[in-house]
């Protein structure tokens, strides 16, 4: 069990995969992000207009989400993963058939077209009334990578709720830093908005079990990791599960309607994922040598702006100097969210050559991840495309 105070765990609490380390013969960077999302926006005081029941909610001030950005028809999980995936090789210097590997790590598998009933398959209502399948077989990454023409790549699908891509780097920063592969993409596609409008049935007050299925938008991200030839990199990464508090967030199907719906205790969640905050950050970032007050940027998991502001006070003036809310226009876009942030933070040429960036990972299970980089000449090259 995880120990917190000033007591140290017997063993270490994270599963870790730093630079240098036993068998690392290749330091690790992220190469290019790309990133696609929808063009419908659809603000919170819309969406709240469609409730069923009439609720007096002021959900814009309690998550500081103001707008985010929903599919429309055409657009599912794949679309938004593959887009993402093209977006992301047009900034890499990499074409798709030099990649080695393709990982889709997505909740949502959703994929367009009428569904026919048959076995794999379920349906699930877009917001504009379409159907749509949710593809268990071929794997989503399979798909993805015939898309975009990485006919060399090995894929696989990995889910790990909202901490799925960085879940998806931790496996490829190993795989490239013991040399069994150059260089490979982890990407996402979550259409996750159809769990607003199964929500919208049931939604009455701040207490509701479903309120935080509003917070939700969509979006795609990827990111190449390859070697670094010079420079640190990926400086750490590392995941672990706190499993006593795996029934705060619950996901299964809808019972009147296509898609699945998710309950959520959010209060809970957010106490148990802060209160040991901490502890947890310094004992991680202690094996690089590091202190939280030694970190430029951190990106958490964007959930809602009022917990991202009780996690900096929690963290206190020994703290990052910058800890990003990048909740007002896309929501939360839950396994994309760090790479959505990561994405503008970078096109608006926020970050510095030699910033430290840790984004951290705060899912359901309840699961905590976090990746620590070095800025290199990612935040020099990211505006261009090749």
Known sequence: ???????????????????PSRGAVHATRFESIGLKVPERRRTTRELLSMTRHHTDIDLERLTGIHEARVCSSGED???????????????????AGDLDMVLSTSITRYAGGSCPGGAGERAAEGSSGAAYRFQFEPPLSLSIKDAIGADRAVSFDVANACAGMLTGVF????????????????????????LSTNALRSVRNIFSKELASLTLGDAGAAVIVDRAEDGPGITLAGFTTISEHSRLCLGGPAPHSPGARMLTKGREIHRAAIQDAPFLLDNALGGAGLRLRDIDWLIPHQTSSRAIRKLAERLGDQGPKHVVVNLENFGNTSSTSHF??????????????????LLLALAS??????VLLVMDELMETHGHTH
């Open 365 to 370: 299970g309840l699961e905590i991840g976090v």
């Open 1 to 19: 069990m995880l120990r917190t105070g000033n007591t140290t765990p017997a063993t270490p609490w994270m599963l870790m995969e730093g630079q």
């Open 171 to 194: 496996i490829l920063n190993d795989l490239v830093r013991r040399g069994a592969i150059r260089r490979g993409m982890v990407v996402s596609g979550e259409f996750i908005s159809n």
């Open 77 to 95: 999980s794949l679309t938004l993963a593959v887009g993402a995936a093209r977006d992301c090789l047009a900034r890499s210097r990499y074409a």
């Open 340 to 357: 959505v942030a990561l994405h503008r933070y970078l096109s608006e040429g926020r970050f510095q050559r030699g910033d430290k960036v």
